[in-house]
């Protein structure tokens, strides 16, 4: 029996058998280089071209915008790299205070390299405001970097109005949407996205396997130069991860995201367990437009840490933010761009995933409850 409650799905999800199971094949007998010429390859390569159809249908895309790459933070960084590249007499960026790491990191080398980057600021709810977006805009801005969905608070991006922004002015739009696939329909094309990244281990595919679409007619530079991918993206194929995230994306196209509604249900009833039976509780985020798995909720006079590593004394896993932050401690540049005083009181960050039950709940909920009112007691 697995004991285990794991509620840390927007850090990664575990992979799913009949994923593995796709894969599995890749690594063992079918092991052929997709670019070789003899018969043997040809079902490797065919099995690419599958992954390839299934993951552009999912973005309403077209199979030759796809480009797989080993992460969503490789992804990231090659759009805007290249969005750099395309536009050389252009020096300005307009991103948000509440982005990845990828991307946080990305901007800060542009800006030691001279360039200029505008972080729109957030209200208390994680929020951006469109008119500062569009007052941002300078002759010389070469790309809008918005996420569609925050890792942290769960928040929801006007992306469809962000596109028409950009595209109006003329200007590249990258949106990274690492969170948002498979929770939030998708469409490149009505949303007027220019290039988007994906990651595998966040949709119950392995980690190390990512996407990055760029629209048709991009000019695109590639960050490793290569035949694969179209001459856009070079090493050899990492077949069976390939395989893997395109599995995923036909099971989402197969759900029809019916699988969600069950996810946002547990979620609410979860959120409702907690206010009821915990004293002095606070969510954090846009409660009305956010992901239908993603709770950030803090227990007045709590650090987020201290309950995480109790709880995992019982095998519950929750995060605290960024999986990438979560070691170093650091106060989650997400909550501070709220304005959120994290002196006294810091957030857990609760992330479902479509393994958790309403059994794992309820337990959940009742040894939160003890831990909340136990550290209290120690204070
Ligand atoms: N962007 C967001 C919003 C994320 O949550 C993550 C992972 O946590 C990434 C990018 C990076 O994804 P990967 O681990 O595939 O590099």
Same mark, same amino acid.
């Given at each position: 029996?697995?004991?285990?409650?794991?509620?840390?799905?927007?850090?990664?999800?575990?992979?799913?058998?009949?994923?593995?199971?796709?894969?599995?094949?890749?690594?063992?007998?079918?092991?052929?280089?997709?670019?070789?010429?003899?018969?043997?390859?040809?079902?490797?390569?065919?099995?690419?071209?599958?992954?390839?159809?299934?993951?552009?249908?999912?973005?309403?895309?077209?199979?030759?915008?796809?480009?797989?790459?080993?992460?969503?933070?490789?992804?990231?960084?090659?759009?805007?790299?290249?969005?750099?590249?395309?536009?050389?007499?252009?020096?300005?960026?307009?991103?948000?205070?509440?982005?990845?790491?990828?991307?946080?990191?990305?901007?800060?080398?542009?800006?030691?390299?001279?360039?200029?980057?505008?972080?729109?600021?957030?209200?208390?709810?994680?929020?951006?405001?469109?008119?500062?977006?569009?007052?941002? !805009?300078?002759?010389?801005? @070469?790309?809008?970097?918005?996420?569609? *969905?925050?890792?942290? #608070? %769960?928040? /929801? $991006?006007?992306?469809?109005?962000?596109?028409?922004?950009?595209?109006?002015?003329?200007?590249?739009?990258?949106?990274?949407?690492?969170?948002?696939?498979?929770?939030?329909?998708?469409?490149?094309?009505?949303?007027? !996205?220019?290039?988007?990244? @994906?990651?595998?281990?966040?949709?119950? *595919?392995?980690?190390? #396997? %990512?996407? /990055? $679409?760029?629209?048709?007619?991009?000019?695109?530079?590639?960050?490793?130069?290569?035949?694969?991918?179209?001459?856009?993206?070079?090493?050899?194929?990492?077949?069976?991860?390939?395989?893997?995230?395109?599995?995923?994306?036909?099971?989402?196209?197969?759900?029809?995201?019916?699988?969600?509604?069950?996810?946002?249900?547990?979620?609410?009833?979860?959120?409702?367990?907690?206010?009821?039976?915990?004293?002095?509780?606070?969510?954090?985020?846009?409660?009305?437009?956010?992901?239908?798995?993603?709770?950030?909720?803090?227990?007045?006079?709590?650090?987020g840490?201290?309950?995480?590593?109790?709880?995992?004394?019982?095998?519950?896993?929750?995060?605290i933010g960024?999986?990438?932050n979560?070691?170093?401690a650091e106060p989650s540049h997400v909550l501070k761009?709220?304005?959120i005083?994290l002196s006294?009181?810091s957030?857990?960050?609760?992330?479902?995933?479509?393994?958790?039950?309403?059994?794992?709940?309820?337990?959940?909920?009742?040894?939160?409850?003890?831990?909340?009112?136990?550290?209290?007691?120690?204070?």
């Open positions: 029996m697995n004991l285990k409650i794991y509620l840390d799905n927007n850090a990664t999800t575990k992979c799913d058998e009949e994923i593995l199971n796709a894969m599995l094949p890749y690594l063992k007998e079918n092991f052929g280089n997709p670019s070789s010429l003899y018969s043997f390859s040809k079902e490797v390569k065919d099995k690419v071209t599958e992954a390839r159809k299934n993951v552009a249908k999912l973005l309403n895309a077209k199979e030759s915008e796809i480009i797989f790459t080993s992460c969503a933070s490789e992804s990231n960084m090659s759009a805007i790299m290249n969005a750099v590249k395309n536009n050389p007499t252009k020096k300005h960026i307009i991103t948000t205070k509440v982005e990845h790491a990828s991307i946080m990191e990305t901007m800060k080398y542009f800006e030691i390299q001279g360039y200029e980057i505008t972080y729109l600021s957030s209200d208390n709810k994680g929020r951006i405001d469109l008119t500062e977006l569009k007052n941002s !805009i300078k002759k010389d801005t @070469l790309l809008i970097c918005v996420m569609m *969905a925050n890792n942290e #608070i %769960g928040n /929801l $991006y006007p992306i469809n109005e962000i596109g028409e922004i950009a595209r109006e002015n003329q200007i590249l739009f990258h949106c990274d949407a690492v969170q948002a696939v498979g929770k939030v329909k998708i469409d490149v094309q009505d949303m007027k !996205i220019d290039t988007l990244s @994906l990651s595998g281990h966040k949709i119950y *595919a392995p980690k190390g #396997i %990512g996407v /990055l $679409y760029v629209k048709k007619g991009i000019s695109f530079t590639p960050l490793i130069f290569g035949h694969q991918e179209n001459n856009r993206r070079g090493g050899t194929e990492n077949v069976p991860y390939i395989i893997g995230i395109g599995k995923a994306a036909e099971m989402i196209i197969k759900d029809d995201y019916k699988s969600v509604e069950k996810l946002e249900m547990l979620r609410n009833q979860m959120e409702v367990k907690i206010q009821n039976g915990i004293e002095d509780v606070y969510f954090y985020g846009d409660l009305k437009n956010r992901l239908p798995n993603t709770t950030n909720v803090a227990f007045k006079g709590l650090k840490e201290e309950l995480l590593f109790v709880l995992e004394n019982y095998e519950i896993y929750v995060g960024s999986a990438c979560s070691k170093n761009a709220m304005g005083d006294n009181s957030p857990i960050r609760i992330s479902l995933g479509k393994y958790n039950t309403e059994e794992e709940i309820d337990k959940f909920v009742a040894t939160l409850s003890r831990v909340v009112k136990m550290l209290r007691r120690r204070k």
